[in-house]
């Protein structure tokens, strides 16, 4: 599955029970959860020891892959925000339903990626050292580029920032275009201008 080399696979069931014990999640968000997720599985462990191409890193340790088996295509993605907030290890989740699958992770925020045919999708693990291999899993997930001389936290933030920015540009044009008034309609401009000039 995703491409990855069978010395990382592990296939062991992870109890949704287990996990309602451990967190300290309302019954709310425990009923939540039932209702969307039917089972998780850690499916592969990607470590130097299973891929040892890879050297250990600085901060990541090791990175695992859990399946998370949904009841429904239409699903909360707030579900799986909850439970990686709670797993403070690197993880790649497999939201399936059927023969489709969204990979989500958690780096400061939740990225996930579009639905897609299980069989198509490959995670990356062409780098160095397994810091260098997550950094690109959240990139590839996120469906952003990390610049150069920056970490993957700092450029979430910057790409963060950007998108707040461009919020901010795209209401200011909408309100630019409803108003008739040449004056409002300068000064929205203005700060239009200025906005860009920042992005």
């Known amino acids: 599955m995703l491409g990855l080399p069978h010395t990382t696979e592990v296939k062991r069931p992870l109890p949704k029970a287990q996990l309602f014990k451990r967190f300290d999640w309302t019954a709310s968000q425990r009923e939540r959860f039932d209702a969307e997720v039917s089972r998780l599985d850690f499916v592969n462990w990607i470590s130097p020891r299973t891929v040892p191409a890879i050297a250990v890193g600085d901060e990541v340790k090791e990175i695992f892959v859990v399946e998370v088996s949904l009841k429904s295509r239409d699903f909360d993605i707030k579900a799986i925000t909850l439970l990686a907030k709670h797993i403070p290890q690197r993880i790649v989740y497999v939201l399936r339903y059927e023969d489709k699958a969204i990979l989500a992770t958690y780096h400061a925020k939740l990225f996930t990626t579009p639905w897609r045919v299980l069989e198509d999708i490959i995670l990356p693990l062409s780098s160095l050292t397994i810091d260098a291999v997550w950094e690109n899993i959240v990139s590839s997930i996120g469906d952003f580029t990390i610049e150069e001389d920056k970490s993957l936290t700092e450029q979430i933030k910057i790409d963060e920032e950007r998108n ?19 004056r409002r309609q300068r000064e929205l401009y203005s700060e239009i201008k200025k906005l860009k000039s920042l992005l």
């Open 164 to 182: 707040r920015l461009q919020r901010q540009i795209d209401a200011l044009e909408r309100q630019m275009r409803s108003t008739s008034q040449p």
